[in-house]
């Protein structure tokens, strides 16, 4: 069974940062694609941040691109996202997801495994 655990969620000013964790368990993540997404109230899910589980290759949606930077630790399991220059635009709750097939398409479709989330509020 797989399982996500987020954390590092939080209230920050903007211009400030954050770094968010996923712990993942439950199954080998060698040949997976993990990704990050967010949702604000009363609007869709989206694409953050993918990452193979190597690191080697990432891709961002173009609001977080320059600001948000996805990484693993593969001995503990463990996706990050760490966000600098923060906006109160980028204010929603955030998941962190898991594609075992390792496909690379950000389409929130493509994960059936998520996390719980974990809320960012940025204030202006």
């Known amino acids: 069974q ?7 969620g939080g209230l920050v000013q903007a211009g400030g940062s954050l770094r968010l964790s996923c712990a ?6 060698s040949s997976s694609t993990m990704g990050w997404f967010r949702q604000a109230p009363g609007k869709e899910r989206d694409f953050v941040a993918l990452s193979t589980w190597s690191g ?6 173009d609001s977080v691109k320059g600001r948000f930077t996805i990484s693993r630790d593969n001995a503990k399991n ?4 760490q ?5 109160p635009e980028d204010t929603a709750v955030y998941y962190c997801a898991v594609d075992l097939a ?11 495994y998520w ?3 974990t809320q960012v509020t940025v204030s202006s």
């Open 56 to 61: 080697i290759s990432t891709y961002y949606a």
């Open 83 to 87: 966000m600098n220059s923060l906006k």
């Open 115 to 117: 996390g719980q989330g």
């Open 2 to 8: 797989v399982q996500l655990v987020e954390s590092g």
């Open 24 to 29: 993942a368990s439950g199954r080998t993540f």
């Open 102 to 112: 390792g496909r690379w398409r950000s389409s929130p479709s493509n994960f059936a």
């Open 78 to 81: 463990t996706v990050y996202l």
